[in-house]
């Protein structure tokens, strides 16, 4: 293979800079090795230290370690890959946001309202008991305002732009939600189900990025999605079973329900995700 050939393969050919693959694969092995360089620094230090934290904390532990892995990877290969600014993924305008903020949340809060209600009323779900903490209704959403930011910026932000920069933004909204739905391979009780759901969850965030060239409310949506879900509604979120205001006995068909890992693992969730995939083009259009 020519100089030349080797260079199109890796190089972009109106840029001075590589191609959208091979940037990718990079900025995804630095958020791995960062990563994995915090958990190992982590253990070591606790052989010394002999920390004793509440699974709650380990969450909040874990979410840090995403956050630095997540936005750091992100902006180093901006800085030296892209050679273009961090705040151009869509991140721009923070205390412009405040009508896709509620919106998001917004549309978050119908479509679990409208599960939570579909399932009640067929008779999948049984209302047990409700426990107000409102120290950990406030952890909870802290941690998913964290959650949502670091999971856009990188799946509707970088993967997103990335791809559809060096293709086009149908394989753009494609990709980045297929890897959103892989990065929950490790979640409990994950499964294709699971992953079907989680994609097309990944879809409607994406749409909401393209939509509006911002993340504002694609974050908004996330952030509302996790705490409906989990914090108020009672659902497993993704798997994981947290702190919930409504306590619930889910008794459906597996199929439907999702089972363990919640309602994204069922087919209820599509017919959710069409509404909140409608009134993202209503508030849009």
Known sequence: MSNAAWHAL????????LRAGWRLVIQMAMLGFLLIFEIFAFALANVFFHWKISDTGLFILSTLFELIAFTGSIALARRFLDHRPFLDLGIRGFLMGGEDYAKGVWISLVIWFS?????????????????????????YFLIFIVVGFQEELLCRGYILQTITGGSNVFWGMLLSSAIFAALHLGNPGAGWMAMVGIFFAGMLLAFAAVRTGKLWLSISLHIGWNFFEGVVFGFPTSGVAIYSLLHIHVTGPVLWTGGAFGPEAGLIILPALAVGAGLVWFYTR
Request: aromatic share 18%.
């Open 10 to 17: 890796f190089y972009s050919p109106n840029e001075s800079r």
């Open 115 to 139: 599960i939570f209600l579909t399932m009640g009323m067929i008779g999948w779900l049984n209302y047990q008991n409700s426990y107000l903490d409102i120290k950990q209704l406030v952890i």
